[in-house]
C-alpha cells in the first residue's frame, strides 16, 4: 500500500504574477516575478513547491504547489482534499489536479507557518488511495522592519593598556525579519565615533581596543556604532546605539611591608585565637589589583596563623595554640604578602610579594594546675562499705616553681554526703555504701587549687559508675486480687503471676516460682512454673465453701538467677466467691466487701430504705418552713399596698395654679386634719430677710425642722410606723425665697406681688408679669 510523504510548501519572497481564473496557467514578466518548480517524488506523493511573497495582497488567487500522487492516471478518477489551518479559506485546492493557492494576504510575522493536511480519494467509490497526510507551508519574508538595540546604551570597562585586538564588548541588534531568507535581517556593524581608540567587527559587532590606552591619562571613552540591514545595500534601514567604554586600573605594583622587622608578646594564658599583632603591607594600586593575601612561612612550631582584613588590607596575626613559657619562650617567624590577583604581562618585572620577620616573645605567667586527664572514669561495687576507694585523680602545676595543689569536690552538697576527696593527694573514697538502684551514675566535679595563690584553680569531671550486685530479691509487679468459684473444679486455673527485680542481669532476670515449704502439703491450690518468668495458679480440689473459709492465703516462693541467687515469698490472698464456675470480678468484690461488713444483703437494703424516709422527712420539713417564710412576707406587702399612694401628674409651671389640686394627694382612708399655715408672703419677707445675714447653720433651718416634725408627731392620721418626711426649704444664698404655688393654700387673687418690685433690676421682668397678671384678674 502507498503511502503519503511529508509535505513541505515554502513561500518564497518574491512576486509571482495573477493566475488565471482557471488556475491552471501562470506566465512570468521578469525575473523578480519568476518562480522555480522543483519536482520531488516520495513513496505516494509528488509536489511541487512554488514561492510566493510576504504581504502580496491579491484579487485572484496565486498558485503555491501541487500535490499528486503517483496513482494518478490521469484520467480524473481522483479527487484531492485539503484540511487544515487555512484549508477552504487561506488555501484552496484543485480537487481534479492537486493544485494549491493562496487567496489571502499573508503575513510572516503574525503566523509564520501552516500546518494542512491533504488526501487522495477515489470518486466512484469516495474511499481514500492514500492515508492522510500532514505538511506544513512556511512564509517567507520582505524587509519591512528596522534593526533595533534592545539592550542599549552600553556600558563597558577594559583594562588598561589592554594589547591591541582585546575585545572590550560586544554589541547586537536585532530585526523582526526572518533570518533564515534572504538579506532582510542581515546585519553589518560600522563604527562612527571613537578611532583611532577601537574597531568593531562588522558581523558580529564586537568591539575590539585598536591602540593601548593608560587610564591615568583619559579613563572613559564614548564610542557611537550603527546597524544597518540587507548587508549595508541601498535602502537598507539602519540604527546607532552609544557604548561608554571606562579603563581600569591593572595591577602593575606590588606590595611592600612598611618594616623589616616585626616585635610582638603574648602571654602564655593566652587562648587560642587571641590576636598577637598586625603587620601592613602598601601597594600604590587601587580596588582589587591593591587586594593581598597574607602568609605565615618558617614557623615549624605552627603556633601562629595569619588572616587578611580585606577592608583594611591589613595581616593579622593570631595564637593558633597554647604557648607554653617553660616550654618555647621566642619565636621568629616570615609573614610574606602577595597580592590576590596577579597580572602576568608584569611579572618580568619583578615577583609581585614581599616578606618581613616577626619576632614574639612569651610572657610568663602563673598557671592553674593542669590534670592528667579532662575527664575520668571509674568504678564501684554497690554497697561497698563507707571509706571504699572509687579512685585518684592527679594534677601538677606547669610552672616552674611547681606549687603544690589542693583537691575538692564541688558542684552539689549532696554528692560530698556519697563521696569525697583527699586534698592532698586526690583520692577519692565514699562515705556511705551506694545503692545502684537509686542511682546507677554519679558525676562529680573536682578542682585543683594552688595552695600559694587559691585564685588559680582547674577543673576534671569525674563520672562514677556504680557496679550492680544481686541484692534485691524477685517480687510480685503489683497486688493480685484472685478469686475462686465455689464451684469451681480440680485444675482450674484462677490466676497467672509473674515477677520482677530491681537488679540488673548480666543475663536476662529468669524466674522460678513454686510454694513455700509450709503450704506444700495442704495446700488447696497448686503452683505451675510455665518456664518464661510466669505461673499459673491452679485449684488442687473441687468445690469450696464460703461459710467454711472466706480467703486463702497462698505463700509463693520466688527464686532469681543472680549471683548469689536470692529468693522472696510473697502471699497470694485467694477470695471464695459465690459464683459457679466463671468468676465475675464486680460480683465477688461486692460480695468480698459485706461479708468483711458482716452484712446480708436484706440487712443492706433495710439500711439505705431507713435513710431514704429520713431524707424524705427532712425535706418535707424545709419545704413547710419556706411556704411559712412566703405567707408572711405577703401580708406586710399587703399593708405598704393600703398605705402607699403614687400619682404622676405634673404640674403647669409658676403660672399655673388651678392645673394640680394639692387634694388629690389625701385618700380617702387617709385624711389629714388641715392645719392652718401662716401666710405665705409674710413668711416669705420674714426669711428673705433673714436669709441675708445667717448660713445654713442657723436657728431658721432649725426652727423650720422643728416645726415640721411636731406636725408630723401630732398629726392623728399619720401611720404607726416610722415615715420619711421630705420638704423642700431654700436657704441663704435665695434672694426670692420660694414662689412655690404648691406652698400656699390661697389663689393669685389673695396674694399680693408688688414686693417683688423692691428685689431689684434682676426680678423686673417678674413683677411686671405678677402685677399685670393681679391687674387682668381683678
Same mark, same amino acid.
Given at each position: 500500500?502507498?503511502?503519503?510523504?511529508?509535505?513541505?510548501?515554502?513561500?518564497?519572497?518574491?512576486?509571482?504574477?495573477?493566475?488565471?481564473?482557471?488556475?491552471?496557467?501562470?506566465?512570468?514578466?521578469?525575473?523578480?516575478?519568476?518562480?522555480?518548480?522543483?519536482?520531488?517524488?516520495?513513496?505516494?506523493?509528488?509536489?511541487?513547491?512554488?514561492?510566493?511573497?510576504?504581504?502580496?495582497?491579491?484579487?485572484?488567487?496565486?498558485?503555491?504547489?501541487?500535490?499528486?500522487?503517483?496513482?494518478?492516471?490521469?484520467?480524473?478518477?481522483?479527487?484531492?482534499?485539503?484540511?487544515?489551518?487555512?484549508?477552504?479559506?487561506?488555501?484552496?485546492?484543485?480537487?481534479?489536479?492537486?493544485?494549491?493557492?493562496?487567496?489571502?494576504?499573508?503575513?510572516r510575522?503574525?503566523?509564520?507557518?501552516?500546518?494542512?493536511?491533504?488526501?487522495?480519494?477515489?470518486r466512484?467509490?469516495?474511499?481514500?488511495?492514500?492515508?492522510?497526510?500532514?505538511?506544513?507551508?512556511?512564509?517567507?519574508?520582505?524587509?519591512?522592519?528596522?534593526?533595533?538595540?534592545?539592550d542599549?546604551?552600553?556600558?563597558?570597562?577594559?583594562?588598561?593598556?589592554?594589547?591591541?585586538?582585546?575585545?572590550?564588548t560586544?554589541?547586537?541588534?536585532?530585526?523582526?525579519?526572518?533570518?533564515?531568507?534572504?538579506?532582510?535581517?542581515?546585519?553589518?556593524?560600522?563604527?562612527?565615533?571613537?578611532?583611532?581608540?577601537?574597531?568593531?567587527e562588522?558581523?558580529? %559587532?564586537? #568591539?575590539?581596543?585598536?591602540?593601548?590606552? @593608560?587610564? *591615568?591619562? +583619559?579613563d572613559? &571613552?564614548?564610542?557611537?556604532?550603527?546597524?544597518?540591514?540587507?548587508?549595508?545595500?541601498?535602502?537598507?534601514?539602519?540604527a546607532?546605539?552609544?557604548?561608554?567604554?571606562?579603563?581600569?586600573?591593572?595591577?602593575?605594583?606590588?606590595?611592600?611591608?612598611q618594616?623589616?622587622?616585626?616585635?610582638?608578646?603574648?602571654?602564655?594564658?593566652?587562648?587560642?585565637?587571641?590576636?598577637?599583632?598586625?603587620?601592613?603591607?602598601e601597594?600604590?594600586?587601587?580596588?582589587?589589583?591593591?587586594?593581598?593575601?597574607?602568609?605565615?612561612?618558617?614557623?615549624?612550631?605552627d603556633?601562629?596563623?595569619?588572616?587578611?582584613?580585606?577592608?583594611?588590607?591589613? %595581616?593579622? #596575626?593570631l595564637?593558633?595554640?597554647?604557648? @607554653?613559657? *617553660?616550654? +618555647?619562650?621566642? &619565636?621568629?617567624?616570615?609573614?610574606?604578602?602577595?597580592?590576590?590577583?596577579?597580572?602576568?604581562?608584569f611579572?618580568?618585572?619583578?615577583?609581585?610579594?614581599?616578606?618581613?620577620?616577626?619576632?614574639?616573645?612569651?610572657?610568663?605567667?602563673?598557671?592553674?594546675?593542669?590534670?592528667?586527664?579532662?575527664?575520668?572514669?571509674?568504678?564501684?561495687a554497690e554497697?561497698a562499705?563507707?571509706?571504699?576507694?572509687?579512685?585518684?585523680?592527679?594534677?601538677?602545676?606547669?610552672?616552674?616553681?611547681?606549687c603544690?595543689?589542693?583537691?575538692?569536690?564541688?558542684?552539689?552538697?549532696?554528692?560530698?554526703?556519697?563521696?569525697?576527696?583527699?586534698?592532698?593527694?586526690?583520692?577519692i573514697?565514699?562515705?556511705?555504701?551506694?545503692?545502684?538502684?537509686?542511682?546507677?551514675?554519679?558525676?562529680?566535679?573536682?578542682?585543683?587549687?594552688?595552695?600559694?595563690?587559691p585564685?588559680?584553680?582547674?577543673?576534671?569531671?569525674?563520672?562514677?559508675?556504680?557496679?550492680d550486685?544481686?541484692?534485691?530479691?524477685?517480687?510480685?509487679?503489683?497486688?493480685?486480687?484472685?478469686?475462686?468459684?465455689?464451684?469451681?473444679?480440680?485444675?482450674?486455673?484462677?490466676?497467672?503471676?509473674?515477677?520482677?527485680?530491681?537488679?540488673?542481669?548480666?543475663?536476662?532476670?529468669?524466674?522460678?516460682?513454686?510454694?513455700?515449704q509450709?503450704?506444700?502439703?495442704?495446700?488447696?491450690?497448686?503452683?505451675?512454673?510455665?518456664?518464661?518468668?510466669?505461673?499459673?495458679?491452679f485449684?488442687?480440689?473441687?468445690?469450696?465453701?464460703?461459710?467454711?473459709?472466706?480467703?486463702?492465703?497462698?505463700?509463693?516462693?520466688?527464686?532469681?538467677?543472680?549471683?548469689?541467687?536470692?529468693?522472696?515469698?510473697n502471699?497470694?490472698?485467694?477470695?471464695?466467691?459465690?459464683?459457679?464456675?466463671?468468676?465475675?470480678?464486680?460480683?465477688?468484690?461486692?460480695?468480698?466487701?459485706?461479708?468483711?461488713?458482716?452484712?446480708?444483703?436484706e440487712?443492706?437494703?433495710?439500711?439505705?430504705?431507713?435513710?431514704?424516709?429520713l431524707?424524705?422527712?427532712?425535706?418535707?420539713?424545709?419545704?413547710?418552713?419556706q411556704?411559712?417564710?412566703?405567707?408572711?412576707?405577703?401580708?406586710?406587702?399587703?399593708?405598704?399596698?393600703?398605705?402607699?399612694?403614687?400619682?404622676?401628674?405634673?404640674?403647669?409651671?409658676?403660672?399655673?395654679?388651678?392645673?394640680?389640686?394639692?387634694?388629690?394627694l389625701?385618700?380617702?382612708?387617709?385624711?389629714?386634719?388641715?392645719?392652718?399655715?401662716?401666710?405665705?408672703?409674710?413668711e416669705?419677707?420674714?426669711?428673705?430677710?433673714?436669709?441675708?445675714?445667717?448660713?445654713?447653720?442657723?436657728?431658721?433651718?432649725?426652727q423650720?425642722?422643728?416645726e415640721?416634725?411636731?406636725?408630723?408627731?401630732?398629726?392623728?392620721?399619720?401611720?404607726?410606723?416610722d415615715?420619711?418626711?421630705?420638704?423642700?426649704?431654700?436657704?441663704?444664698?435665695?434672694?426670692?425665697?420660694?414662689?412655690?404655688?404648691?406652698?400656699?393654700?390661697?389663689?393669685?387673687?389673695?396674694?399680693?406681688?408688688?414686693?417683688?418690685?423692691?428685689?431689684g433690676?434682676?426680678?423686673?421682668?417678674?413683677?411686671?408679669?405678677?402685677?399685670?397678671h393681679?391687674?387682668?384678674?381683678?
Amino acid at each position: 500500500m502507498n503511502c503519503f510523504a511529508l509535505l513541505s510548501l515554502m513561500l518564497m519572497l518574491v512576486q509571482l504574477c495573477p493566475c488565471s481564473p482557471s488556475m491552471q496557467n501562470c506566465s512570468t514578466q521578469n525575473t523578480d516575478q519568476s518562480f522555480t518548480a522543483v519536482r520531488r517524488v516520495k513513496r505516494g506523493w509528488v509536489w511541487e513547491p512554488l514561492f510566493a511573497t510576504e504581504e502580496q495582497t491579491s484579487v485572484v488567487p496565486v498558485y503555491v504547489g501541487q500535490l499528486k500522487s503517483d496513482l494518478d492516471k490521469q484520467d480524473g478518477n481522483l479527487k484531492y482534499l485539503l484540511t487544515g489551518e487555512g484549508a477552504g479559506n487561506i488555501f484552496v485546492i484543485d480537487e481534479n489536479n492537486g493544485k494549491i493557492y493562496v487567496t489571502e494576504k499573508l503575513d510572516r510575522e503574525k503566523k509564520p507557518f501552516y500546518t494542512l493536511r491533504a488526501q487522495a480519494i477515489n470518486r466512484s467509490t469516495q474511499l481514500p488511495v492514500e492515508p492522510e497526510s500532514e505538511f506544513i507551508i512556511k512564509v517567507r519574508d520582505v524587509n519591512d522592519h528596522e534593526p533595533q538595540f534592545l539592550d542599549g546604551p552600553y556600558m563597558a570597562t577594559v583594562p588598561e593598556m589592554s594589547p591591541e585586538g582585546t575585545s572590550v564588548t560586544q554589541v547586537t541588534a536585532t530585526d523582526g525579519d526572518d533570518p533564515s531568507y534572504g538579506n532582510s535581517a542581515r546585519l553589518l556593524y560600522s563604527l562612527i565615533q571613537g578611532q583611532p581608540y577601537f574597531s568593531v567587527e562588522p558581523k558580529t %559587532g564586537v #568591539i575590539r581596543m585598536a591602540s593601548q590606552m @593608560d587610564r *591615568e591619562t +583619559k579613563d572613559q &571613552y564614548l564610542v557611537i556604532i550603527q546597524a544597518k540591514d540587507m548587508v549595508g545595500q541601498a535602502g537598507a534601514f539602519s540604527a546607532t546605539a552609544t557604548v561608554t567604554i571606562n579603563l581600569s586600573d591593572i595591577n602593575d605594583n606590588p606590595p611592600k611591608f612598611q618594616q623589616r622587622l616585626y616585635y610582638m608578646n603574648v602571654s602564655e594564658e593566652a587562648p587560642v585565637g587571641t590576636t598577637v599583632g598586625k603587620v601592613f603591607a602598601e601597594d600604590n594600586d587601587i580596588g582589587e589589583n591593591a587586594a593581598m593575601n597574607y602568609f605565615i612561612e618558617g614557623d615549624s612550631s605552627d603556633a601562629f596563623d595569619i588572616i587578611t582584613n580585606n577592608e583594611t588590607q591589613e %595581616g593579622i #596575626i593570631l595564637l593558633k595554640k597554647r604557648v @607554653d613559657y *617553660e616550654s +618555647k619562650r621566642r &619565636y621568629s617567624i616570615e609573614a610574606k604578602v602577595v597580592n590576590r590577583y596577579i597580572d602576568d604581562r608584569f611579572l618580568k618585572d619583578g615577583p609581585f610579594e614581599d616578606k618581613t620577620i616577626v619576632k614574639i616573645n612569651v610572657e610568663d605567667a602563673d598557671e592553674p594546675p593542669v590534670f592528667t586527664l579532662d575527664n575520668y572514669v571509674m568504678e564501684i561495687a554497690e554497697g561497698a562499705m563507707s571509706g571504699s576507694l572509687v579512685g585518684v585523680v592527679t594534677a601538677r602545676d606547669p610552672d616552674d616553681d611547681d606549687c603544690p595543689v589542693r583537691y575538692s569536690i564541688v558542684h552539689g552538697i549532696h554528692l560530698k554526703r556519697l563521696f569525697s576527696i583527699n586534698e592532698h593527694n586526690g583520692t577519692i573514697i565514699t562515705t556511705k555504701p551506694l545503692d545502684r538502684e537509686i542511682a546507677s551514675w554519679h558525676n562529680i566535679t573536682v578542682t585543683a587549687t594552688e595552695t600559694r595563690n587559691p585564685e588559680k584553680i582547674s577543673e576534671a569531671n569525674v563520672y562514677i559508675q556504680v557496679l550492680d550486685v544481686n541484692d534485691h530479691a524477685p517480687e510480685f509487679p503489683k497486688y493480685y486480687e484472685t478469686f475462686v468459684c465455689e464451684n469451681a473444679v480440680s485444675g482450674q486455673l484462677i490466676q497467672s503471676i509473674s515477677a520482677v527485680d530491681q537488679d540488673d542481669s548480666a543475663e536476662r532476670h529468669h524466674f522460678y516460682f513454686s510454694l513455700a515449704q509450709e503450704a506444700t502439703n495442704n495446700s488447696h491450690f497448686i503452683v505451675k512454673d510455665n518456664k518464661d518468668n510466669t505461673a499459673g495458679i491452679f485449684t488442687a480440689k473441687s468445690g469450696f465453701r464460703r461459710q467454711e473459709q472466706f480467703s486463702f492465703y497462698l505463700p509463693i516462693l520466688i527464686l532469681d538467677n543472680g549471683i548469689p541467687p536470692l529468693t522472696s515469698t510473697n502471699t497470694l490472698t485467694i477470695t471464695v466467691c459465690d459464683c459457679d464456675t466463671k468468676v465475675n470480678t464486680f460480683y465477688c468484690r461486692y460480695g468480698a466487701f459485706m461479708y468483711s461488713m458482716g452484712l446480708s444483703t436484706e440487712a443492706l437494703v433495710a439500711i439505705l430504705a431507713c435513710i431514704l424516709i429520713l431524707l424524705v422527712f427532712f425535706l418535707a420539713i424545709v419545704a413547710i418552713r419556706q411556704q411559712r417564710k412566703k405567707s408572711s412576707f405577703s401580708e406586710k406587702t399587703e399593708e405598704f399596698r393600703e398605705n402607699i399612694v403614687r400619682y404622676d401628674d405634673e404640674g403647669g409651671g409658676e403660672e399655673d395654679t388651678e392645673a394640680f389640686d394639692i387634694s388629690a394627694l389625701r385618700t380617702h382612708t387617709v385624711m389629714r386634719t388641715h392645719k392652718p399655715r401662716k401666710k405665705v408672703t409674710t413668711e416669705i419677707h420674714s426669711l428673705y430677710r433673714q436669709s441675708l445675714q445667717v448660713g445654713p447653720d442657723s436657728a431658721i433651718f432649725r426652727q423650720f425642722i422643728s416645726e415640721k416634725l411636731e406636725e408630723a408627731n401630732t398629726d392623728p392620721s399619720a401611720p404607726p410606723y416610722d415615715s420619711l418626711q421630705t420638704y423642700a426649704f431654700e436657704g441663704t444664698g435665695s434672694l426670692a425665697g420660694s414662689l412655690s404655688s404648691l406652698g400656699s393654700n390661697m389663689s393669685d387673687a389673695d396674694q399680693s406681688y408688688d414686693y417683688l418690685t423692691d428685689w431689684g433690676p434682676q426680678f423686673k421682668q417678674l413683677a411686671g408679669m405678677y402685677t399685670s397678671h393681679r391687674s387682668v384678674g381683678d
